[in-house]
T-cell receptor, first 112, second 115 residues
Framework: DAKTTQPNSMESNEEEPVHLPCNHS???????IHWYRQLPSQGPEYVIH???SNVNNRMASLAIAEDRKSSTLILHRATLRDAAVYYC?????????????FGKGTRLSVIA | EAGVAQSPRYKIIEKRQSVAFWCNPI?????LYWYQQILGQGPKLLIQ????????DSQLPKDRFSAERLKGVDSTLKIQPAKLEDSAVYLC?????????????FGEGSWLTVV
């Protein structure tokens, strides 16, 4: 899997939007961009994934740059429960059951 | 739908002792993974099973770690003898593994402290 680069930590005020960046300059044309997050004392959980177009679900939005070399996970209104480590991971199109390869992720702190 | 179940949740042992962790994946999930997560780092894959066969165990320290998934459902991960550097969270995960982009589901983890 291609490598991703994320800031070590970010901070946000409660109820404000949060933009978590991820750089993946060596992404291949068939790599999907996945985001997982890990709440304190929990295992990682799926957030969202996309290939080329921006994606929305009930948890977040994923904005993908036109050249696909970067992406941004958007939490529209951060809550205290969103404080977690967020991982940006690339997976090939035929990844089926291939494992996730985690970096260090971005630790998001949310301030009340 | 029940999630991935792991036990025990917490374990403290002395170095050179043995420990075993148990995992029950989501029903119907053919693929099962064990990850090790050291404090401050992202999870690292130890072993992957497809049904009851090993797909990848290249990062499993086989001199002290072993894992099995005898009937293609539950799995156990064993460490014997434990070292101080084995202190970590051991995460079990499972997936249906049929399509690209499929979701991998994680348990809450088993926290091991070796003293």
């Amino acid at each position: 899997d291609a490598k991703t680069t994320q800031p070590n930590s970010m901070e946000s005020n409660e109820e404000e939007p949060v933009h978590l960046p991820c750089n993946h300059s060596t992404i291949s044309g068939t790599d999907y961009i996945h985001w997982y997050r890990q709440l304190p004392s929990q295992g990682p959980e799926y957030v969202i994934h996309g290939l080329t177009s921006n994606v929305n679900n009930r948890m977040a939005s994923l904005a993908i740059a036109e050249d696909r070399k970067s992406s941004t996970l958007i939490l529209h209104r951060a809550t205290l429960r969103d404080a977690a480590v967020y991982y940006c991971i690339l997976r090939g199109w035929n990844s089926g059951n291939t494992p996730l390869v985690f970096g260090k992720g971005t630790r998001l702190s949310v301030i009340a | 739908e029940a999630g991935v179940a792991q036990s025990p949740r917490y374990k403290i042992i002395e170095k050179r002792q043995s420990v075993a962790f148990w995992c029950n994946p989501i029903s119907g999930h053919a693929t099962l993974y064990w990850y090790q997560q050291i404090l401050g780092q992202g999870p690292k894959l130890l072993i992957q099973f497809q049904n009851n066969g090993v797909v990848d165990d290249s990062q499993l320290p086989k001199d002290r770690f072993s894992a099995e998934r005898l009937k293609g459902v539950d799995s156990t991960l064993k460490i014997q003898p434990a070292k101080l550097e084995d202190s970590a969270v051991y995460l079990c995960a499972s997936s249906a593994g049929r399509t690209s982009g499929n979701t991998i589901y994680f348990g809450e983890g088993s926290w091991l402290t070796v003293v």
